[in-house]
T-cell receptor, first 113, second 113 residues
Framework: SQTIHQWPATLVQPVGSPLSLECTVE??????LYWYRQAAGRGLQLLFY??????ISSEVPQNLSASRPQDRQFILSSKKLLLSDSGFYLC????????????FGEGSRLTVL | GENVGLHLPTLSVQEGDNSIINCAYS??????FIWYKQESGKGPQFIID?????DKRQGQRVTVLLNKTVKHLSLQIAATQPGDSAVYFC????????????FGKGTRLHILP
């Protein structure tokens, strides 16, 4: 069966520090991968998605970036965090090449102080 | 566009009654729709989906209705239980073959005893 893992689960970082959130998927190949952000009590905002290694589509201009160095690995990064980057970050996957639902990880809660 | 900046509306329903959660989607070319349930501090979980060639689909205690004329989606939950308390999101797949999945603003379902 397929599983998705993301880490760390919680993170407290000072303003201006770097960020790296990692997500891996097991049990499938060539998935579509997604990063969403959710501010407290609000909806899900699509940040990045990827349909293959090295292929990243950015939805929102910001100080975040994403990379996909391996087929089942998706990384969200920042060189310098802002207060507004605080939120709940969710990684998700779905089978590539066809319509289907997203499967989400358990999320990473980031607090920038 | 995405309604991620808005506070979530709340729907309060008596335990045992039916719940109806509504969603307006933005793109008439969207051809696939999904409902998710998100409990506090967790990633969203798939509930039910529907393709644009259908106007109704039923699952266990849930029914999704799609009205393409007015770009409206609804989720009906029969005999609402305390465990149904959560935030519910609709999501749309923008255009056939596109890999973006955009979420609506979400509705918080509160169950009254």
């Amino acid at each position: 069966s397929q599983t998705i893992h993301q880490w760390p689960a919680t993170l407290v970082q000072p303003v201006g520090s770097p960020l790296s959130l990692e997500c891996t998927v097991e049990g499938t190949s060539n998935p579509n991968l997604y990063w969403y952000r959710q501010a407290a009590g609000r909806g899900l905002q699509l940040l990045f998605y990827s349909v293959g290694i090295g292929q990243i589509s950015s939805e929102v201009p910001q100080n975040l970036s994403a990379s996909r160095p391996q087929d089942r690995q998706f990384i969200l990064s920042s060189k310098k965090l802002l207060l507004s980057d605080s939120g709940f970050y969710l990684c998700a996957w779905r089978a590539g090449g066809r319509t289907g639902e997203l499967f989400f990880g358990e999320g990473s809660r980031l607090t920038v102080l | 566009g995405e309604n991620v900046g808005l506070h979530l509306p709340t729907l309060s329903v008596q335990e045992g009654d039916n719940s109806i959660i509504n969603c307006a989607y933005s793109n008439s070319a969207s051809d696939y729709f999904i409902w998710y349930k998100q409990e506090s501090g967790k990633g969203p979980q798939f509930i039910i989906d529907i393709r644009s060639n259908m106007d109704k689909r039923q699952g266990q205690r849930v029914t999704v209705l799609l009205n393409k004329t007015v770009k409206h989606l609804s989720l009906q939950i029969a005999a609402t239980q305390p465990g149904d308390s959560a935030v519910y999101f609709c999501a749309e797949n923008l255009e056939a073959g596109d890999d973006k999945i955009i979420f609506g603003k979400g509705t918080r379902l509160h169950i009254l005893p």
